[in-house]
């Protein structure tokens, strides 16, 4: 006999389904889900495909969370094997999707499915939040549910993400938290004039240099017990006219903070403007938000997985809150515990993308032993 969670994730691996397109993904999952008895609810837009399914209208509220959207493949003849042709190989699943994150949304259905079959009346509320535009520009994907049962007064009380998080093995690690996003273009004006008659001009560049050093120098925070140090970086520095001879006009600078909870982004906006306030430039800041950090610490579903892990996978997890950011960002929003738990990100995103096949009965497991120990305690 074959593994359901394999039969199922290599189904929604043929699907090809590039960002921001669903290509049928949600399609399938969905008979499966009404099978069961859960209600559907499509909450589209911009044509990103989102899918509400809930069952149960108790609390707690229980909840899996993911995308059925992929990246792009990249060169095609660089793939050993079709990227949306599925193919086992020496223990491993390949396609585009394997560990980001098909795998994952095959293992939380039939964990599902496993947990209503022992207990078809058990205590709670079950329920999915899938999205196709989350590895695109997730506008219109995760954060338009979030709109519509934010506006309904829906709390979500647990909710796991399938983003693939272990390092080396299945359940080596876990993210309990993600840091925020804090972009921003800082424009410094100077005067622009020739390069022999600099009396004539300012040069932003050079007044500049000063401030850059002592922001790349500032410790703006120590981080926590989750949280490593927020990170000042500049990514793109650009200024001149392309001539050796003129002193330019304006600098640009394109920077990111990487930032935990331990600071706030007004309180960051505030410190970099009164660094650069004291070096007397003149200047102007663009300001983005990507994300706020989220953090789920030790309580009822970080312990349930704890458990869980060491159960399945014979292994102490690790609670990290390394990496980019996710769609957890706007789930925060509702939700009051929240991790993601998934396979392998070593190959996320790679040519040859790919995860091992008997991780993913392990991970259906791991997905119905947490919810054991939440809903039935």
Request: proline share 6%; net charge negative; aromatic share 6%.
């Given at each position: 006999?074959?593994d359901?969670?394999?039969?199922?994730?290599r189904?929604?691996?043929?699907?090809?389904?590039?960002?921001?397109?669903d290509?049928?993904?949600?399609?399938?999952?969905?008979?499966?889900?009404?099978?069961?008895?859960?209600?559907?609810?499509?909450?589209?837009?911009?044509?990103v495909?989102?899918l509400?399914?809930?069952?149960?209208?108790?609390?707690p509220?229980?909840?899996?969370?993911g995308?059925?959207?992929?990246?792009?493949t990249?060169?095609?003849?660089?793939?050993?094997?079709?990227?949306?042709?599925?193919?086992?190989?020496?223990g491993?699943?390949?396609?585009?999707g394997a560990?980001?994150?098909?795998?994952?949304?095959?293992?939380?259905?039939?964990a599902?499915?496993?947990?209503?079959?022992?207990?078809?009346?058990?205590?709670?509320?079950?329920a999915?939040l899938?999205?196709?535009?989350?590895?695109?520009d997730?506008?219109d994907g995760?954060?338009?549910?979030?709109?519509?049962l934010?506006?309904?007064?829906?709390?979500?009380?647990?909710?796991?993400?399938?983003?693939?998080?272990?390092v080396?093995?299945?359940?080596?690690?876990?993210k309990?938290g993600?840091?925020?996003?804090?972009?921003?273009?800082?424009?410094?004006?100077?005067?622009?004039?020739h390069?022999?008659?600099?009396?004539?001009?300012?040069n932003?560049?050079?007044?500049?240099?000063?401030?850059?050093?002592?922001?790349?120098?500032?410790?703006?925070?120590?981080?926590?017990?989750?949280?490593?140090?927020?990170?000042?970086?500049?990514s793109?520095?650009?200024?001149?006219t392309g001539?050796?001879?003129?002193?330019?006009?304006?600098?640009?600078?394109?920077?990111?903070?990487?930032?935990?909870t331990?600071?706030?982004?007004?309180?960051?906006?505030?410190?970099?403007?009164?660094?650069?306030?004291?070096?007397?430039l003149?200047?102007?800041?663009?300001?983005?938000?990507?994300?706020?950090?989220?953090?789920?610490?030790?309580?009822?579903?970080?312990?349930?997985?704890?458990?869980?892990?060491?159960?399945?996978?014979?292994?102490e997890t690790?609670?990290?809150?390394?990496?980019?950011?996710?769609?957890?960002?706007?789930?925060?929003e509702?939700?009051?515990?929240?991790?993601?738990?998934?396979?392998?990100?070593?190959?996320?995103?790679?040519?040859?993308?790919?995860v091992a096949?008997?991780?993913l009965p392990?991970?259906?497991?791991?997905?119905?032993?947490?919810?054991?120990?939440i809903?039935?305690?």
């Amino acid at each position: 006999m074959t593994d359901p969670t394999l039969d199922l994730a290599r189904q929604i691996m043929s699907c090809p389904s590039v960002t921001p397109d669903d290509a049928g993904c949600m399609e399938i999952i969905t008979g499966r889900l009404q099978a069961l008895g859960f209600s559907i609810e499509f909450i589209n837009r911009n044509g990103v495909t989102n899918l509400w399914a809930r069952r149960g209208e108790t609390a707690p509220l229980f909840v899996f969370a993911g995308h059925t959207d992929v990246v792009p493949t990249g060169p095609l003849e660089k793939w050993t094997s079709p990227p949306f042709a599925p193919e086992i190989r020496d223990g491993m699943l390949y396609g585009r999707g394997a560990a980001d994150m098909k795998s994952s949304l095959a293992a939380s259905v039939t964990a599902v499915e496993a947990f209503v079959a022992a207990h078809p009346e058990h205590p709670g509320s079950l329920a999915f939040l899938l999205t196709s535009d989350e590895e695109g520009d997730a506008t219109d994907g995760t954060v338009a549910v979030v709109e519509a049962l934010k506006a309904r007064g829906q709390h979500l009380d647990y909710c796991i993400i399938g983003e693939p998080t272990s390092v080396d093995t299945l359940g080596d690690m876990i993210k309990n938290g993600r840091r925020g996003s804090l972009s921003g273009v800082l424009t410094v004006k100077g005067i622009q004039c020739h390069i022999a008659y600099p009396e004539k001009g300012r040069n932003p560049i050079h007044q500049a240099a000063p401030a850059i050093a002592e922001l790349a120098a500032t410790e703006w925070d120590q981080g926590n017990e989750y949280f490593p140090p927020t990170t000042w970086q500049i990514s793109n520095i650009h200024g001149g006219t392309g001539a050796t001879n003129v002193i330019p006009g304006h600098l640009e600078i394109k920077f990111n903070f990487r930032f935990s909870t331990a600071s706030t982004p007004e309180g960051l906006q505030q410190r970099l403007g009164a660094i650069l306030d004291k070096h007397g430039l003149e200047y102007e800041i663009k300001w983005t938000l990507g994300a706020r950090p989220f953090l789920t610490g030790r309580g009822p579903l970080a312990d349930a997985a704890t458990t869980a892990i060491r159960e399945v996978c014979g292994i102490e997890t690790e609670l990290s809150t390394t990496g980019g950011t996710s769609d957890g960002r706007f789930i925060a929003e509702i939700c009051s515990q929240m991790l993601e738990i998934g396979p392998s990100n070593n190959t996320s995103h790679k040519i040859d993308e790919c995860v091992a096949v008997d991780a993913l009965p392990k991970l259906s497991a791991v997905y119905h032993r947490i919810l054991e120990q939440i809903l039935l305690k």
